[in-house]
Nanobody
Framework: QVQLVESGGGLVQDGGSLRLSCVAS????????LGWFRQAPGKDREFVTT?????????DYADSVKGRFTTSRDNAKNTVYLQMNNLRPDDTAVYYC???????????????WGQGTQVTVSS
């Protein structure tokens, strides 16, 4: 069982930056990979990035955010971060943290989900 809590969302201007956090808790939390997904109004949920808590794993990014977003982890705190730079209005969405056994782009591969945090980028 893994519990996930996202934080750090808010309102920023076009071109601004924001850092999201996701804290994973539970007895087996440290064995899970964490992924970020987002869902904009009227659109399907889409993959953003994923990272494993295992040593040597490499983060994967959606093409739409590559070069602008960076994910990192703090294993001691079971926390993953999403640093978002050069934000654009089309980044506006609810951002969700998810936990799965292995890093994946596929929603179905994740077993646990947070409640989401709203990111709004003004034009």
């Amino acid at each position: 069982q893994v519990q996930l809590v996202e934080s750090g969302g808010g309102l920023v201007q076009d071109g601004g930056s924001l850092r999201l956090s996701c804290v994973a808790s539970g007895r087996t939390a440290s064995t899970y990979a964490l992924g970020w997904f987002r869902q904009a109004p009227g659109k399907d949920r889409e993959f953003v990035t994923t990272i494993s808590f295992l040593d040597g794993d490499t983060a994967d990014y959606a093409d739409s955010v590559k070069g602008r977003f960076t994910t990192s982890r703090d294993n001691a705190k079971n926390t993953v971060y999403l640093q978002m730079n050069n934000l654009r209005p089309d980044d506006t969405a609810v951002y969700y943290c998810a936990a799965g056994r292995l890093p994946s782009k596929k929603i179905a591969r994740y077993d646990y989900w947070g409640q989401g945090t709203q990111v709004t980028v003004s034009s």
